[in-house]
């Protein structure tokens, strides 16, 4: 973790110290943490759609800048708690930002301060240890006039010292390379936490769980919407060219595997045929998909599982 230390080193190409550490993208649902975090990437990491709500956290991307291995936690949107479990993703989302190194909060530039955001801001100095740093971005300015955005960054200012503000449009890729530079001299010196080879092919297992877990979703509709998560337990390359990818979906209860799974297997075999035309038009490559469905007892009432989901920095994907 950083503290308030700004004079990071810069690591030189050539052996010079490496960096590592974890960025929180946080902001109301639909703000552009999906998008943004797809445009620092490089790939499509996770699925971004217009309805609100959709990640379910767990979801990173690793992003190399210069000497410096940055790992984007993207959480689940900040909103007003008004279920169980929605209170529960808050904290999920929290829990990445306190144990970020820096922090990324994005508002919408045509929204401005909504009430959404004013709560962001209420919570952050409470939440946040002091000294971790946090930068504003200013998202979607392509949607409005430009001259709004100078009042704009003023006033979320004169609220919070933000560590600096950034101007971007995730889709449009404007100042997104700034905001990733100062990210990177964000990072403290350490070892990189991925091998450089796993940051390639990662972020294509997490496509591939997000692919399964959007077609279950579609399928299942408001059967469980938040209440499973796919993970993508190995990816091997075979071969013939073709890749063996197996899953697990996990579910909260017996209940919920059996609607999972649909009568003799029926629904997880369709989703699974609707997945793999999907990655394997991804990846270019044949792919084999082979799904499991698991019950992990309790994964809705235990606060450590929602952690875990929220900020898993175990292993590499
Ligand atoms: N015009 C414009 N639209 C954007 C920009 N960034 C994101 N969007 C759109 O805003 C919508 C929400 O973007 P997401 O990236 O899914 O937002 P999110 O914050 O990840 O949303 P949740 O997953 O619900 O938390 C999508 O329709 C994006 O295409 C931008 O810079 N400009």
Not at 22 to 38: C, D, M, Q, R, T
Not at 106 to 118: F, K, N, P, Q, S
Request: glycine share 12%; net charge negative.
């Amino acid at each position: 973790m950083t503290g308030e230390d700004d004079t990071v080193p810069g690591a030189g190409p050539e052996g010079g110290a490496t960096r590592c550490g974890f960025v929180a993208l946080i902001g109301e649902p639909n703000a552009g943490k999906s998008s943004l975090l797809n445009r620092l990437v490089g790939a499509k990491v996770s699925i971004v759609t217009h309805k609100v709500q959709t990640t379910r956290g767990r979801i990173r991307g690793v992003v190399i800048d210069g000497g410096a291995q940055i790992v984007f936690v993207d959480t689940p949107g900040l909103f007003r708690p008004r279920r169980r479990l929605d209170r529960a993703m808050v904290a999920a989302a929290w829990a990445g930002a306190v144990e970020a190194d820096a922090v990324v909060l994005l508002v919408e530039a045509h929204r401005g301060i909504t009430e959404g955001v004013d709560a962001i801001l209420e919570a952050l100095p409470e939440t946040l240890p002091e000294g971790r740093p946090v930068a504003l971005a200013i998202n979607k300015i392509d949607r409005v006039p430009h001259e709004t955005l100078l009042p704009l960054s003023a006033a979320l200012n004169e609220r919070r010292d933000f560590a600096a503000t950034f101007l971007i449009s995730a889709t449009r890729g404007a100042g997104v390379e700034d905001l990733r530079g100062w990210l990177g001299g964000r990072m403290p010196e350490g070892p990189w936490h991925y091998p450089e080879d796993q940051v390639a092919d990662m972020p294509l297992r997490l496509i591939a769980a997000e692919i399964t877990r959007e077609k279950l979703m579609l399928r299942l509709h408001q059967e469980l919407p938040y209440e499973l998560t796919v993970e993508t337990e190995s990816w091997q390359e075979r071969e013939d060219g073709s890749v063996r990818i197996d899953q697990v979906v996990y579910v909260a209860r017996d209940g919920h595997k059996g609607i999972v799974l649909g009568a003799k297997g029926a629904t997880v075999k369709a989703v699974g045929t609707e997945a793999r035309v999907e990655i394997a038009e991804l990846i270019g490559q044949r792919a084999h998909l082979f799904i499991q469905v698991k019950v992990r007892p309790g994964w809705l009432d235990e606060p450590a599982r929602y952690r875990e989901i929220g900020l898993d920095y175990s292993d590499g994907g």
